[in-house]
């Protein structure tokens, strides 16, 4: 993965480039956290709704469910 704004600059060996077009390596060009995020999980990332809620199935989504989690618990350990 590489950042979007850097791909004119990027210089890359012919065996690098030969592995890239057989498919063998791949180069992600990304414009932002959550596209990389994306690339990494193959799963959306996410945006948030009016209220703040973030689809359950997408990666912030999933974060936001676990640390929903933690803060019950939280409350919970300190009553």
Sequence with gaps: MIPAANVKNLMLRQDVIQAVE???FHIYAVASIEQ????L???PAGTADSALNYPEDSVFGLVQKKL?????RSREFGK
Excluded at 36 to 39: A, H, L, P, R
């Design 22 to 24: 057989a498919g063998a």
């Design 36 to 39: 990389g995020i994306e690339v």
């Design 68 to 72: 929903g989690k933690y803060h019950e």
């Design 41 to 43: 999980t193959d799963t």
